[in-house]
């Protein structure tokens, strides 16, 4: 038979495991709008009287009250899973569609003050010369305009560096992120199998490095496999970043490009530090690496444009270094690699595309005409004409011409924006519906919280009845009994 004493115990093994809950869901609500947080359940299980059990346990006593066995931590680690993949996923085709985003603005196009209006103002020019060969105003209007389609493609070529340098110091600052957030996570590998061998609950250590190992999977595209002692190891595609308390370091292989004018020379390369393999990283820093390589996103569009620019140069000169300015000057380019220290050997490109200083000194040098004004002649007139103008204006249809060449690329740069658009859009619906399904598994609702409060709660005031009523029986025995007939 049990002892009478053992209801106190029992009463008062309710009394610690209801205020366990209390506690743990006091933390759960403290933490409802923690990033990263998971919340936490009390485990409980009944004790058992027969602390040993055997064939010859005599004891009928009902229990020994109950003990709290663990506090789980609500996650559900194939989820977890799938929301690194995911938010990699979309941080890749976030980053994609922003150099898209920004490369569309870079050319502004479709608008009265893009390159396409300007060309076709510069076109137009040439049909305004060639009806009036004689007439300085129409020159100087062309030449304005030309210098405009110059400037344009210079600003654009500008922006495109500007970009690429932008995107490239922020390769520099990730790689540097990455090696931290590798670093933590070893460290917090280390306390949480720590804990773990003191049976030690380090359920917020786990959260912390969930947090570092969602941001690992955004910036670089790391998953990570759980260890049976409580560590974590990460891997960028199949190679591991962090082994249990080792890291190993990521860095940009040198010498790197950091201009577009590096490219094809030099390249962007993601190595490992220790034996200078090849990180094949996703997330942000896979677009990244994507949009600065020597085949890149920058780089083709970068050669592309120079293609408009030396089409435009070579067009324009072909016909105006074989006609005649109102002066009889002849053989005069038109565009000219404007640098400020020009190469005998350059090609003119979207860069240094500039009008001819001699032609801006003097607008009679501007060739229209298809005979030499300044010739004698049998007849005694002068031949002057605007043929080759008008030649120069009709360039605007050429089936390979800078036009067409143009055309083609907003196009295509139109195209290939709009699908990194849609398909990031279509990854972002999907990382949401992953991270939905993880809050539903892990995070906080209140109101079960509240409903958890309130069954604690009650238990705890149930167990504090249960010990005052053995108080009072207590009482009764030990003062009273024997009193009668005193």
Do not use: C
Not at 64 to 69: D, E, F, L, R
Not at 137 to 159: G, R
Not at 329 to 337: E, K, M
Request: zero cysteines; hydrophobic letters at 40%; proline letters at 2%.
């Amino acid at each position: 038979m049990g002892s009478t004493f053992s209801g106190l115990n029992t009463a008062l093994t309710s009394l610690y495991a209801q205020r366990r809950g209390l506690d743990v869901t006091g933390q759960n609500i403290a933490n409802a709008n923690t990033e990263g947080y998971t919340r936490q359940r009390v485990v409980m299980h009944a004790q058992n009287a027969n602390l040993v059990p055997g064939v010859y346990a005599t004891t009928d006593a009902i229990g020994g009250g109950v003990t709290v066995s663990s506090v789980e931590r609500l996650r559900n680690t194939a989820l977890d899973q799938r929301s690194y993949t995911e938010h990699a996923n979309s941080a890749f085709h976030n980053e994609r569609a922003g150099v898209y985003n920004l490369v569309e603005d870079v050319f502004g196009e479709p608008s009265d003050t893009a390159l396409q209006a300007r060309l076709q103002d510069m076109w137009d020019g040439w049909n305004d010369v060639g009806a009036n060969p004689t007439m300085k105003a129409p020159k100087s209007a062309l030449l304005e305009q030309a210098t405009t389609v110059a400037a344009s493609l210079n600003d654009a070529a500008a922006a495109l560096n500007s970009q690429y340098t932008s995107t490239r110091g922020g390769l520099d600052t990730y790689v540097g992120d990455v090696n931290a957030a590798a670093r933590s996570i070893a460290k917090l590998n280390q306390e949480i199998v720590v804990a773990h061998e003191a049976g030690l609950q380090a359920n917020e250590l786990m959260d912390q490095r969930g947090r570092q190992i969602l941001k690992l999977s955004e910036m670089v595209g790391a998953t990570a496999t759980d260890l049976p002692n409580g560590a974590i190891s990460v891997y960028i595609g199949s190679a591991q970043l962090v082994s249990e308390y080792n890291v190993r370091e990521i860095e940009i292989k040198q010498p790197a490009a950091t201009r577009l004018e590096d490219l094809p020379l030099l390249d962007v390369t993601l190595q490992w530090s220790d034996n200078d393999g090849v990180v094949h990283a996703g997330g942000t820093m896979g677009a990244q690496l994507e949009t600065l390589g020597k085949n890149g996103i920058l780089k083709t569009i970068s050669n592309r444009l120079d293609t408009i620019a030396t089409y435009l140069a070579r067009d324009v000169n072909s016909l105006h270094e074989s006609a005649y300015g109102l002066d009889g000057s002849s053989g005069l380019q038109f565009f000219v690699d404007g640098s400020a220290v020009p190469q005998t050997d350059s090609t003119i490109n979207a860069s240094n595309i500039a009008v001819n200083k001699d032609l801006l000194d003097d607008v009679d040098k501007v060739a229209v005409s298809s005979g030499n004004p300044t010739a004698p002649q049998s007849s005694g007139a002068r031949i002057l004409d605007g043929d080759l103008a008008f030649a120069l204006s009709e360039l605007d249809d050429a089936q390979d011409g800078a036009d067409a060449e143009y055309r083609a690329l907003i196009g295509e740069l139109g195209v290939s924006a709009q699908s990194a658009i849609r398909r990031r859009d279509i990854q972002n619906a999907v990382t949401d519906q992953v991270d939905a399904s993880r809050d539903a598994e892990s995070g906080v609702n209140l109101d079960e919280e509240m409903t958890n409060l309130l069954t604690y709660q009650r238990g705890y005031e149930a167990a504090s009845r249960v010990l005052t009523t053995i108080d009072s029986m207590l009482d009764q025995l030990i003062n009273r009994t024997g009193l009668v007939g005193r």
